[in-house]
Every structure is written in structure tokens, then in C-alpha cells.
């Protein structure tokens, strides 16, 4: 026989561990030192969140990007980003793996929307000032920079489900049976 439902348990330590990679995804996209622009196949020119390189083969200029106002914006708010989740991580953890805190599930959700806000300003900036100001022909926005995106996403999921894990106080914490959407017999 197969079944098939949803386990509400489970979720007490899935979305923790979801921020968990979030967190992951957000540092790698931090502390990349190239992979956010870079020109056709990275031959002349690439950037981080940090600073920006020209050059070819094994001599590079490299030059910071925080002396530029917008660049030092899109920093800040990708950390504050960052410490707002990890702060989410921190409370998550305490309310759903430790003890079942049904109460703070709505602001785990508020902060994680606060971040997923502040990120997606940070990430909307880059891009625009970049091409504004930087921009001499054809760019990718590479891996680290759909890191950022990544863990925005995840941050972004996390919090919906955390402002709607509330209405299932009962199946989180075991006392309802399993609803199974599908039964073969």
C-alpha cells in the first residue's frame, strides 16, 4: 500500500535546516572574490560584490569597489541580510527543534521577509549601478551573484511557511494524524 501526505513533524527540522543552506548561500555569495560579472568568458574583466578586475592572462588590475557609494549600499544591506537571517536560524532552532514555540513562528517569518526586502534591494542594485556606471559591453551575472539569489529564494519560501506553520499547532507537534492526500489500495 502507498501513501502519500504530509508530515508536519518533519517540518520542525527541514526549515531550520533550509535556512541552514540559506545562510551557506549568502556567505558564498559574500565573500566570492570573482563570479558576480564577468565579461564573455571572464577574459577581461570581472567583478565581485568587493572590487573589479581588468586585465588578461596572468596580469590583473584590480581596483575596490567600495569607494563607490551604490557598491558600499549593496554591501551593507547584503550583510544586514545576512545577520537578520542568521538571527531567524538562531531563533528557528530554539523554537522548533528545542521546544515547539508556536508564538514565535510570525516573527521568524517577519524577520526572514525583513532579509529576503533588504536582499533583494541589495541584488536589484548591483546590477543597475553596474551597467550604469561600469558597463563596456556584453556581461553574465554568474554564480555567486545567483548564490545571493538562491538564498534570497530559500529565505523567501522559509518565510511563507513560517507565517503559515501557526494554523497547524496541532500537527506540528504530533497530536493530529497524518492527512494522507493519496492511498492506493
Not at 45 to 73: F, I, T, V
Request: charged letters at 15%; aromatic letters at 14%; a neutral charge.
Amino acid at each position: 500500500m502507498f501513501r502519500c501526505g504530509i508530515a508536519y513533524p518533519r517540518c520542525r527540522w527541514i526549515l531550520p535546516l533550509l535556512l541552514l543552506f540559506a545562510i551557506i548561500f549568502d556567505i558564498i555569495a559574500i565573500a566570492a572574490q570573482s563570479g558576480w560579472v564577468e565579461d564573455e568568458n571572464a577574459k577581461t574583466h570581472y567583478a565581485s560584490m568587493w572590487k573589479q578586475c581588468r586585465g588578461r592572462n596572468d596580469l590583473w588590475d584590480c581596483k575596490s569597489l567600495m569607494e563607490l557609494p551604490w557598491a558600499q549600499a549593496v554591501a551593507a544591506l547584503m550583510i544586514i541580510g545576512l545577520i537578520i537571517l542568521i538571527i531567524a536560524f538562531i531563533i528557528s532552532f530554539v523554537a522548533l527543534c528545542c521546544t515547539l514555540s508556536i508564538p514565535m513562528l510570525p516573527l521568524i517569518g517577519g524577520l526572514l521577509i525583513l532579509a529576503v526586502i533588504v536582499q533583494i534591494i541589495a541584488l536589484i542594485i548591483y546590477p543597475v549601478k553596474f551597467n550604469e556606471q561600469i558597463y563596456e559591453g556584453y556581461y553574465d551575472y554568474t554564480w555567486a551573484y545567483g548564490f545571493g539569489w538562491g538564498a534570497t529564494i530559500l529565505m523567501l519560501g522559509c518565510g511563507i511557511l513560517f507565517c503559515c506553520l501557526p494554523r497547524y499547532e496541532d500537527e506540528l507537534s504530533g497530536l493530529a494524524k497524518t492527512k494522507y492526500i493519496y492511498t492506493s489500495a
